[in-house]
Each structure stands twice: as structure tokens, then as C-alpha cells.
T-cell receptor, first 109, second 114 residues
Framework: KQEVTQIPAALSVPEGENLVLNCSFTDSAIYNLQWFRQDPGKGLTSLLLIQSSQREQTSGRLNASLDKSSGRSTLYIAASQPGDSATYLCAAEGGKLQFGAGTQVVVTP | GAGVSQSPSNKVTEKGKDVELRCDPISGHTALYWYRQSLGQGLEFLIYFQGNSAPDKSGLPSDRFSAERTGGSVSTLTIQRTQQEDSAVYLC????????????FGPGTRLTVL
């Protein structure tokens, strides 16, 4: 059974610092790996999707990498802003989306 | 266009009561998913509907949980004889054919069982 783990569970950084969020998964037989953002009281918004044949995806200040052999994905957020404060979840898809518990990020002005 | 909507946004109930949670998916999306998010936990898959196929109920935690999808659109998740451990946020998502991974999430229903 796929297990997805996210470390750290919470992270607080001052504005302007780069954020590094980690996601690990136990079964490398995945179709893709997605990163989502969740704001309080709201649903999830997909940020980036990395297909199993890819090693990274970029969108603006966000970059996500995927290393299937080691079962890891990393989300980098450059030059963080207070508006980046949210919970970030990764999900590995192998037929179904298997989610991690998320990393709660606070960016202080 | 309109996104996935869920109602109610909050529900407080007493232990032992039945509750119904509603999900309106995006028009034209054939796939619909229900997830449960407990405090500090990741999203737990509950049930998946795809078109007219039999639903994948493999994630339902007990026979107190059931879901229906009428006319391939609106879905209702029913929890009978609620227990305190059922307290969680229940999220619904829909996806367009054939992109099952491109899930669009609703805002969720926060269920509190006293």
C-alpha cells in the first residue's frame, strides 16, 4: 500500500526566504506526483503535476522535482511571500491519489 | 465557471444521528470523489464514481458510510449513527474525462459530532 509522508509538518520562515518542502512515497510505481495548496476553509488547488517520466516541473516561483528511484519529491518556493502561507500537500497517483498529511507554512512579513 | 460546491459548509450533530453531505460537481465532469480529512492527517479516500460504472467503495471505513450519485451529477454522502471519530472535513472532488488525476476540489463540509 502506498504511503506518503511529508516533512516537516510545519514551517515558519521570514518573507523573502526560499521554502523547501519534502514529500516521500513508498511505492515508486506511480503515474504522477501532484502538489496542492490548501487554504483554511477552502478546498485544494493543484499547483504542479509531475508525470512519472519527468524529473521536474516549474511554474513561476514554484519548482517541483521528482526522483522515483528514491521515492522523493521536493517543492521549492522561491522568495516566499506572506500570501504563500497555506498548507501544502503532495499526492502520489497510482490509480488513486494517495495524499500526505501536508506541511503547514507560515511566511512572516 | 462554477466550481465544485458542497453543502452544508459546517454541520454539528449529536452522536447517533444520521447526516447527509451534498456535493455538486463541475458540469460535464464524469468522475466524482469523496475524501475525509481528519485533524493533522492527509486526505483519506472514501469513494469514487466514474460515469455509469459501479462505484469504487474500497475506502469507506464502515457500513455506516454510504454514497449515491444521482443522474451522474449530484452526490450525497450519508453517515448513519454518527460517532465522534467521524468528526472531520469531508471533501468532494470532480474530474473531467479522461483526466482522472485533474481533480477539482470543493471547499469541504466540516462535520463535528458531539
Amino acid at each position: 500500500k502506498q504511503e506518503v509522508t511529508q516533512i516537516p509538518a510545519a514551517l515558519s520562515v521570514p518573507e523573502g526566504e526560499n521554502l523547501v518542502l519534502n514529500c516521500s512515497f513508498t511505492d515508486s510505481a506511480i503515474y504522477n506526483l501532484q502538489w496542492f495548496r490548501q487554504d483554511p476553509g477552502k478546498g485544494l488547488t493543484s499547483l504542479l503535476l509531475i508525470q512519472s517520466s519527468q524529473r521536474e516541473q516549474t511554474s513561476g516561483r514554484l519548482n517541483a522535482s521528482l526522483d522515483k528511484s528514491s521515492g522523493r519529491s521536493t517543492l521549492y518556493i522561491a522568495a516566499s511571500q506572506p500570501g504563500d502561507s497555506a498548507t501544502y500537500l503532495c499526492a502520489a497517483e497510482g490509480g488513486k491519489l494517495q495524499f500526505g498529511a501536508g506541511t503547514q507554512v507560515v511566511v512572516t512579513p | 465557471g462554477a466550481g465544485v460546491s458542497q453543502s452544508p459548509s459546517n454541520k454539528v450533530t449529536e452522536k447517533g444521528k444520521d447526516v447527509e453531505l451534498r456535493c455538486d460537481p463541475i458540469s460535464g465532469h464524469t468522475a466524482l470523489y469523496w475524501y475525509r480529512q481528519s485533524l493533522g492527517q492527509g486526505l483519506e479516500f472514501l469513494i469514487y464514481f466514474q460515469g455509469n460504472s459501479a462505484p469504487d467503495k474500497s475506502g469507506l471505513p464502515s457500513d455506516r458510510f454510504s454514497a449515491e450519485r444521482t443522474g451522474g451529477s449530484v452526490s450525497t454522502l450519508t453517515i448513519q449513527r454518527t460517532q465522534q471519530e467521524d468528526s472531520a472535513v469531508y471533501l468532494c472532488a470532480s474530474s473531467p474525462p479522461p483526466l482522472a488525476w485533474a481533480q477539482y476540489f470543493g471547499p469541504g463540509t466540516r462535520l463535528t459530532v458531539l
